[in-house]
């Protein structure tokens, strides 16, 4: 499975609205970018641990 935008981003939101929040609150491109780096980090790992 490739790690597509639109797969981090649906993850990444399914994390913030568990926290009481989404994905569409945040505008800065920086603040998008660095939770996108981080999701993508870790579905990485986990990736990477599966194997």
Do not use: F, P, Q
Request: aromatic letters at 4%; proline letters at 0%; charged letters at 25%.
């Amino acid at each position: 499975m490739e790690l597509t935008e639109e797969l981090i981003d649906a993850h990444l939101d399914k994390v913030l609205r568990a926290s009481g929040t989404a994905l569409y609150n945040y505008s800065m491109a920086s603040t998008i970018a660095a939770m996108r780096k981080a999701m993508r980090d870790a579905m990485l790992a986990a990736r990477t641990k599966e194997s």
